[in-house]
């Protein structure tokens, strides 16, 4: 018999979120830290999910006439460095290849950051007329940031993964609709696949995609009193299409600069879904994104065993319309079992034994809530559909209570400040200048803005900090 490895979780979440996070990411199998500092290994659990919502966005942006394709890893620094203040947001971050073998590279290579670059080179040889537009190309890969001083798997790691769109169009008009299309699609994968509440708006000017036109992005705020940037969907005008010549002649032959996007969701949606529905048990995993749905653990007693077997298998069977899936393991007890499903967030518990099946019937656990229910055998296909449909609402709704019970409106500096200390989500009319940022996050030790809500109340009055008329509504909070 194997060793019995310690499965729970030895605190809290409420006491310490953070070693909460950390027992739970590595406990549920969805990491392993790697012996390269700020890496992680993705094993096959947090992988699934990552697949989950892979295809449903790529399925998505398919229907739009997005095509994936891949580009190189390596980029020349000079290629980086076309683009100003592109490079200058990315420098900090940027690990650089100086050598191979024993010999000096003539010219350092960047480990992707992120890709326009080197694909906007390409860009400039594909796009000749207007009968090339608009084009749309989306890679799925690893990106490589190295500058950051508190490393948290999924959140903020030095290699993520992700996916980065990246078009071109000949009109602005065009371009805009897609971006406000691409940051629905990525509301959708948060709420639908995540059951996480998310809030759509655009970054302030010191927040922007470095050399962007505009970003927009979709934010979300965490029981831990944090807000966090769940993805981005960037408007880059005409700056790269400047930078890297990427002209085309229209139908009357004249000729004109691309207007150009950018957009991208990564891995960290899964250490958001994690801090939102997460509790001290471990994982509580939305039921469309779980890799495994429902489990189905048999009491096993030696005399019974057979039968109690055949009984778990046939309900198994039974419900081939989800992910479900059979422990019939026994070398380990029901108890033991329960823990360990409950700790990687299974959304349903299918309990049957002896007594069970002369019943007919089995006990339906679910994760979210911890109630049980008993089902008899012929209803527990429908009844299972009911449930998992059941939790994922759940799930969102009860996000979404914990955002709006934690959401001010503050007019006035004292009640901003206030909220802030008591670790909220603070909506604020706001005069939308740099400097004044800056100064609300050096008064408050951290305060900053999320994104300014397309949905916010009439903007009037004077900003929450500087007293200049507002010109905005603007989220703030501490930020991962």
Same mark, same amino acid.
């Given at each position: 018999?194997?060793?019995?490895?310690i499965?729970?979780?030895?605190?809290?979440?409420?006491?310490?979120?953070?070693?909460w996070?950390q027992?739970?990411?590595?406990?549920?199998?969805?990491?392993?830290?790697?012996?390269?500092?700020?890496?992680?290994v993705?094993?096959?659990?947090?992988?699934?999910?990552w697949?989950?919502i892979?295809?449903?966005?790529?399925?998505e942006?398919?229907?739009?006439?997005?095509?994936?394709?891949?580009?190189?890893?390596?980029?020349?620094?000079?290629?980086?460095?076309?683009?100003?203040?592109? !490079?200058?947001? /990315?420098? @900090?971050?940027?690990?650089?290849?100086?050598? +191979?073998?024993?010999?000096? =590279?003539?010219?350092r290579l *960047?480990?992707?950051?992120?890709?326009?670059?080197?694909?906007?080179e390409?860009?400039?040889?594909?796009?000749?007329?207007?009968?090339?537009?608009?084009?749309?190309?989306?890679?799925?890969?690893?990106?490589?940031r190295?500058?950051?001083?508190?490393?948290?798997?999924?959140?903020?790691?030095?290699?993520?993964?992700?996916?980065?769109?990246?078009?071109?169009?000949?009109?602005?008009?065009?371009?805009?609709?897609?971006?406000?299309?691409?940051?629905?699609?990525?509301?959708?994968?948060?709420e639908?696949?995540?059951?996480?509440?998310?809030?759509e708006g655009q970054?302030?000017?010191?927040?922007?995609?470095?050399?962007?036109?505009?970003?927009?992005? !979709?934010?979300? /705020?965490? @029981?831990?009193?944090?807000?966090?940037?769940? +993805?981005?969907?960037?408007? =880059?005008?005409?700056?790269? *299409?400047?930078?890297?010549?990427?002209?085309?002649?229209?139908?009357?032959g004249?000729?004109?600069?691309?207007?150009?996007?950018?957009?991208?969701?990564?891995?960290?949606?899964?250490?958001?879904?994690?801090?939102?529905?997460?509790?001290?048990?471990?994982?509580?995993?939305?039921?469309?994104?779980?890799?495994?749905q429902?489990?189905i653990?048999?009491?096993?007693?030696?005399?019974t065993?057979?039968?109690v077997?055949?009984?778990?298998?046939?309900?198994?069977t039974?419900?081939?319309?989800?992910?479900?899936?059979?422990?019939?393991?026994?070398?380990?007890?029901?108890g033991?079992k329960f823990?360990?499903?409950?700790?990687?967030?299974?959304?349903?518990?299918?309990?049957?034994? @002896?007594?069970?099946?002369?019943?007919?019937t +089995?006990?339906?656990a679910?994760?979210?809530?911890?109630k049980?229910?008993?089902?008899?055998?012929?209803?527990?296909?429908?009844?299972?559909?009911e449930?998992?449909?059941?939790?994922?609402?759940?799930?969102?709704?009860?996000?979404?209570?914990?955002?709006?019970?934690?959401?001010?409106?503050?007019?006035?500096w004292?009640?901003?400040?206030a909220?802030?200390?008591?670790?909220k989500?603070?909506?604020?009319?706001?005069c939308?200048?740099?400097?004044?940022e800056e100064?609300?996050?050096?008064?408050?030790?951290?305060?900053?803005?999320?994104?300014?809500?397309?949905?916010?109340?009439?903007?009037?009055g004077?900003?929450?900090?500087?007293?200049?008329?507002?010109?905005?509504?603007a989220?703030?909070?501490?930020?991962?």
């Amino acid at each position: 018999m194997p060793e019995k490895k310690i499965v729970g979780l030895t605190v809290r979440k409420s006491e310490d979120m953070s070693e909460w996070y950390q027992q739970v990411v590595q406990k549920s199998e969805l990491i392993e830290y790697s012996s390269v500092s700020g890496c992680v290994v993705f094993r096959p659990y947090s992988y699934a999910i990552w697949e989950k919502i892979q295809q449903f966005f790529d399925n998505e942006i398919k229907k739009k006439g997005v095509k994936n394709a891949y580009f190189p890893l390596f980029i020349p620094e000079a290629l980086l460095k076309k683009e100003s203040a592109h !490079v200058a947001g /990315f420098t @900090p971050e940027v690990a650089w290849v100086t050598e +191979a073998g024993h010999s000096k =590279l003539n010219e350092r290579l *960047a480990i992707r950051p992120t890709s326009e670059t080197i694909m906007y080179e390409n860009y400039a040889k594909w796009i000749q007329s207007w009968r090339d537009l608009p084009l749309k190309i989306n890679q799925w890969c690893s990106v490589v940031r190295w500058e950051f001083n508190n490393p948290v798997p999924f959140l903020r790691t030095r290699e993520f993964l992700w996916q980065e769109g990246h078009t071109a169009f000949a009109s602005k008009e065009e371009a805009e609709k897609e971006v406000r299309d691409i940051l629905s699609l990525y509301k959708q994968v948060f709420e639908e696949l995540l059951a996480v509440p998310v809030i759509e708006g655009q970054k302030t000017e010191h927040e922007k995609f470095a050399g962007g036109l505009y970003t927009t992005s !979709v934010e979300t /705020f965490l @029981p831990s009193g944090k807000g966090i940037q769940a +993805a981005t969907s960037h408007c =880059l005008g005409q700056n790269f *299409a400047t930078a890297f010549d990427i002209k085309f002649l229209d139908e009357k032959g004249d000729k004109h600069f691309a207007w150009q996007n950018s957009w991208g969701i990564t891995t960290r949606s899964i250490g958001i879904m994690i801090l939102m529905h997460g509790d001290d048990k471990g994982l509580v995993l939305p039921p469309a994104i779980a890799p495994t749905q429902i489990v189905i653990v048999p009491i096993l007693f030696e005399n019974t065993k057979e039968q109690v077997l055949a009984a778990a298998k046939s309900i198994t069977t039974s419900l081939h319309h989800t992910r479900a899936h059979l422990d019939d393991r026994d070398n380990y007890s029901p108890g033991w079992k329960f823990n360990e499903w409950e700790l990687k967030g299974v959304p349903l518990r299918i309990e049957i034994g @002896p007594k069970d099946i002369a019943a007919k019937t +089995a006990v339906v656990a679910r994760r979210d809530t911890g109630k049980k229910e008993i089902v008899a055998f012929e209803n527990l296909p429908t009844r299972a559909s009911e449930l998992l449909k059941e939790i994922q609402q759940n799930l969102l709704d009860k996000a979404k209570k914990q955002i709006d019970d934690n959401t001010v409106t503050a007019k006035r500096w004292e009640d901003f400040t206030a909220a802030f200390k008591e670790k909220k989500l603070v909506l604020a009319p706001f005069c939308d200048k740099e400097t004044c940022e800056e100064e609300i996050k050096a008064k408050t030790d951290g305060a900053k803005t999320l994104n300014k809500p397309f949905e916010h109340p009439p903007i009037k009055g004077n900003c929450v900090h500087c007293n200049a008329p507002a010109t905005a509504y603007a989220l703030f909070a501490k930020t991962y």
